[in-house]
């Protein structure tokens, strides 16, 4: 029957790995292997065993990681490559993060702002170096005649000062108040009893924060039959 055939296929396959892995303590051999690279189709080796001849080892011969066997019960392999160097990590890539439409405009003022500062606190130290011996002129300015000793040189020291003294233009209060208003409608959809599913007990679950206010640009959705 079936069963019984199923059984002495089972007997059998269990007989020759037994034999196969008590052989493995006196195999002798060597192993040559291309250098690590990405593609996952190539591979070009060989393989020599003790007394025996020169064997090519090709793309057939190269299991990758997460790979499963079809039609084999087992098979004896050799690791060749390691942590960094297997192919499925060269390949892998970092997940981009997800970065709303508004934070990317924010994003891009936020380093025209700062531009604008560094290019004010420039001009202003021009003017500050090019008018000092004018104003030290001045008593109620400089009552010694002698300008601040600071510890940079003046025309460093003196742009990072009027850097500071612009740093009021930089709304540092804006990502605060997105964060926040982001939160507070994460907070609203997920208790939403239009969006509760009854039948599995599921409410909706906002899983990105700053992702909330998108919603409003979705026209299409495409999913598979899974989702």
Request: aromatic share 10%.
């Amino acid at each position: 029957t079936c069963v019984e055939h199923a059984l002495v296929s089972a007997a059998c396959e269990a007989s020759l790995l037994q034999q196969a892995m008590s052989g493995l303590g006196g195999l002798r051999g060597t192993l040559r292997a291309e250098a690590p690279k990405k593609s996952i189709h190539n591979f070009t080796g060989s393989i020599q065993l003790e007394g025996g001849n020169d064997e090519a080892l090709g793309p057939k011969n190269l299991l990758l990681r997460g790979t499963m066997l079809r039609n084999t019960a087992w098979v004896i392999g050799l690791v060749v490559y390691t942590g960094s160097q297997t192919r499925m990590v060269m390949n892998s890539r970092r997940a981009k993060p997800k970065m709303a439409n508004l934070e990317r405009v924010v994003n891009a003022s936020m380093l025209i702002v700062i531009g604008a500062q560094c290019l004010l606190a420039l001009v202003s130290d021009i003017l500050y170096c090019v008018t000092l011996d004018e104003y030290l002129g001045y008593w109620y300015l400089f009552p010694d005649g002698v300008p601040t000793q600071i510890i940079l040189p003046q025309f460093i020291g003196y742009w990072l000062s009027f850097f500071v003294l612009y740093s009021n233009l930089m709304p540092i209060s804006l990502y605060f108040t997105m964060e926040f208003c982001n939160g507070f409608q994460a907070y609203f959809i997920k208790h939403d009893l239009e969006m509760y599913d009854e039948e599995q007990d599921c409410p909706a679950n906002s899983r990105s924060t700053n992702l909330c206010h998108e919603l409003g640009q979705v026209n299409y959705i495409f999913s598979d039959k899974t989702g």
